[in-house]
């Protein structure tokens, strides 16, 4: 059986191109395709075979590929000399090109001669008139600055469903409804996701959170993924293409369904009229199996009678015949023989009646269960477009009791509403209402701090737990006889109504 997650890149495949860990993008492996590094563009039939993680920069003749084993400048190894951290930058000044000495025709000239980009970076380094008075860190944010520039590196990383999502919001994030990689990792985890899971998705992003479902679910399990869309039957289906580039097996794309909420509910409201109709003809036999199984109950106490009372019984009723020659023999319609074939035709048809009743259960465990349909037990509601709340009511008929609520929306007030009515309602518990909020940090040696540069919230999730419709009748009950309460214990202890 071949992995789910090959180690090497096969042609077809889909990898995401990095460079220099800055800018990413989403490439189609083939013979023909072009991937660009620097200024160049190269083929990408190098990258076939190679495993993923692998390095490439550009050869010497400046348009092939070659695999590196390029070391980034480590920021953990500090000096120990003891003029550490004494320097400081405040007589420096930015001269601008007055401090290098190095020109840009003197730096063509070293590409012209195949000079590394390490060895540019060097050779700027000892030409600038103020890189020795710079501070350590200082120095070392110059140099990862002009590696950067001068050192292209592209790196074959696989695509997850995180680096999926972050290639998307660095180049183009409103494909995927401005989702962040945090605040699909909280819808993910709210909604309980995991193996075995039934999955019922409803987005406006690209397809993103379906396959980052599916990608949880993991190869070989039970569950299944149905990315729905809400609409009538001449609705069309909107983009959600996004799993193409996550080089699923084929056993894994079985477990993926597209269809319309419209549909969804249609056959769920036919399997609760087919669920009905059972429990209705269940009673109806249940007397019928009582007079059964009392027939043959009947025939079992006469079968454990003693040999010698069956005789005595039979002499008495030869003797009777005696008496009674004008009554027919035994044998002929007497009433042993009569007693035997009811017996016989009783145990028959409850026989049947058993194997009737058995049938239908055996028939439905010998057919496959069908895994792409309702109830599901995990569902994720990512359309900014629709009303959170109208969607919720509309696909509540296709979930399964405690199933597991998540629903992501840029702003905050859609989502509060849904919020109180669901919990005027009782339809769902545990409810809450929380922020994706993300911001990443500096980790080094005395320099640990947050990043200058930041996104704002990444949205809105709100997250529940779906009850029963028992459980929802009883919460609401609850509420009402509180009511009354409440507004007694408002009131002053004078102007309490009378009852």
Same mark, same amino acid.
């Given at each position: 059986?071949?992995?789910?997650?090959?180690?090497?890149?096969?042609?077809?495949?889909?990898?995401?191109w990095?460079?220099?860990?800055?800018r990413?993008?989403?490439i189609?492996?083939?013979?023909?395709t072009k991937?660009?590094?620097?200024?160049?563009?190269?083929?990408?039939?190098?990258?076939?075979?190679?495993?993923?993680?692998?390095?490439?920069?550009?050869?010497?003749?400046?348009?092939?590929?070659?695999?590196?084993?390029?070391?980034?400048?480590?920021?953990w190894?500090?000096?120990?000399?003891?003029?550490?951290?004494?320097?400081?930058?405040?007589?420096?000044?930015?001269?601008?090109l007055?401090?290098?000495?190095l020109?840009?025709?003197?730096?063509?000239?070293m590409?012209?001669?195949?000079?590394a980009?390490?060895?540019?970076?060097?050779?700027?380094?000892?030409?600038?008139?103020?890189?020795?008075n710079?501070?350590?860190?200082?120095?070392?944010?110059?140099?990862?600055?002009?590696?950067?520039?001068?050192?292209?590196v592209?790196?074959?990383?696989?695509?997850?469903a995180?680096?999926?999502?972050?290639?998307?919001?660095?180049?183009?994030p409103?494909?995927?409804?401005?989702?962040?990689?945090?605040?699909?990792?909280?819808?993910?985890?709210?909604?309980?996701v995991?193996?075995?899971?039934?999955?019922?998705?409803?987005?406006?992003?690209?397809?993103?959170?379906?396959?980052?479902a599916?990608?949880?679910?993991?190869a070989?399990s039970?569950?299944?993924?149905?990315?729905?869309?809400?609409?009538?039957?001449?609705?069309?289906?909107?983009a959600?293409?996004?799993?193409?580039?996550?080089?699923?097996?084929?056993?894994?794309?079985?477990?993926?369904?597209?269809?319309?909420?419209?549909?969804?509910l249609?056959?769920?409201?036919?399997?609760?009229?087919?669920?009905?109709?059972?429990?209705?003809?269940?009673?109806?036999?249940?007397?019928?199996?009582?007079?059964?199984s009392?027939?043959?109950?009947?025939?079992q106490?006469?079968?454990?009678?003693?040999?010698?009372?069956?005789?005595q019984?039979q002499?008495?009723?030869?003797?009777?015949?005696q008496?009674?020659?004008g009554?027919?023999?035994?044998?002929?319609?007497?009433?042993?023989m009569?007693?035997?074939?009811? %017996?016989?035709? @009783?145990a028959?048809?409850? =026989? &049947?009646?058993? !194997? /009737?009743? *058995?049938?239908? +259960?055996?028939? $439905?465990? #010998?057919?496959?269960?069908?895994?792409?349909?309702?109830?599901f037990?995990?569902?994720?509601?990512a359309?900014?477009?629709?009303?959170?709340?109208?969607?919720?009511?509309h696909?509540?008929?296709?979930?399964?009791?405690?199933?597991?609520?998540?629903?992501?929306?840029?702003?905050?007030h859609?989502?509060?509403?849904a919020l109180?009515?669901?919990?005027?309602?009782?339809?769902?518990?545990?409810?809450?209402?929380?922020?994706?909020?993300?911001?990443?940090?500096?980790?080094?040696p005395?320099?640990?701090?947050?990043?200058?540069?930041?996104?704002?919230?990444g949205?809105y999730?709100?997250s529940?737990?779906v009850? %029963?419709?028992? @459980?929802?009748?009883q919460? =609401? &009950?609850?509420? !009402? /006889?509180? *009511?009354?309460? +409440?507004?007694n $214990?408002? #009131?002053?202890?004078?102007?309490?109504?009378r009852?």
């Amino acid at each position: 059986m071949a992995s789910a997650y090959p180690a090497l890149v096969r042609e077809g495949d889909t990898i995401i191109w990095s460079i220099n860990g800055d800018r990413q993008a989403l490439i189609t492996i083939d013979k023909n395709t072009k991937v660009k590094l620097g200024k160049v563009f190269c083929s990408a039939a190098a990258l076939v075979g190679c495993p993923y993680g692998s390095m490439f920069a550009l050869g010497a003749d400046g348009k092939t590929l070659e695999r590196t084993e390029y070391v980034p400048l480590s920021d953990w190894d500090l000096p120990n000399a003891p003029d550490f951290n004494t320097r400081t930058n405040a007589e420096l000044v930015d001269a601008g090109l007055a401090h290098q000495a190095l020109s840009a025709e003197d730096i063509e000239a070293m590409k012209a001669e195949g000079k590394a980009g390490a060895d540019i970076v060097a050779a700027l380094a000892a030409n600038s008139a103020t890189f020795a008075n710079k501070t350590e860190f200082s120095q070392e944010k110059y140099k990862k600055k002009k590696a950067k520039k001068y050192i292209q590196v592209g790196t074959v990383r696989r695509p997850t469903a995180a680096a999926v999502c972050e290639a998307y919001f660095a180049n183009s994030p409103s494909r995927t409804g401005y989702l962040r990689v945090d605040a699909l990792a909280l819808l993910l985890s709210l909604a309980n996701v995991g193996p075995h899971a039934r999955v019922l998705v409803v987005e406006s992003c690209g397809g993103l959170v379906s396959a980052a479902a599916l990608e949880r679910l993991c190869a070989g399990s039970a569950g299944c993924v149905v990315s729905a869309w809400a609409g009538g039957p001449g609705a069309n289906r909107p983009a959600l293409d996004a799993w193409r580039h996550m080089n699923f097996s084929g056993e894994q794309r079985s477990a993926l369904r597209f269809a319309p909420l419209h549909a969804l509910l249609g056959e769920a409201r036919r399997t609760q009229q087919a669920q009905q109709g059972q429990q209705a003809e269940e009673p109806a036999a249940v007397p019928q199996q009582q007079q059964q199984s009392t027939a043959v109950d009947g025939q079992q106490a006469a079968a454990e009678q003693p040999a010698e009372q069956q005789q005595q019984q039979q002499q008495q009723q030869e003797g009777e015949q005696q008496q009674q020659p004008g009554q027919p023999a035994a044998g002929e319609g007497g009433e042993p023989m009569e007693a035997q074939d009811g %017996a016989a035709a @009783a145990a028959e048809h409850a =026989q &049947q009646a058993e !194997q /009737q009743a *058995q049938a239908p +259960q055996g028939a $439905q465990a #010998q057919q496959p269960r069908q895994a792409h349909g309702a109830p599901f037990n995990c569902c994720i509601l990512a359309a900014s477009a629709l009303s959170p709340l109208a969607l919720i009511r509309h696909v509540l008929p296709l979930l399964a009791p405690s199933a597991s609520l998540a629903v992501f929306s840029p702003w905050q007030h859609p989502l509060a509403e849904a919020l109180d009515a669901l919990r005027g309602q009782g339809e769902a518990a545990n409810l809450a209402l929380q922020e994706a909020w993300w911001r990443e940090m500096q980790v080094l040696p005395l320099r640990s701090h947050p990043n200058m540069n930041m996104n704002h919230g990444g949205g809105y999730i709100l997250s529940g737990t779906v009850l %029963a419709p028992s @459980a929802r009748k009883q919460q =609401q &009950q609850q509420q !009402q /006889q509180q *009511q009354p309460k +409440q507004a007694n $214990q408002q #009131q002053p202890n004078g102007k309490r109504q009378r009852r």
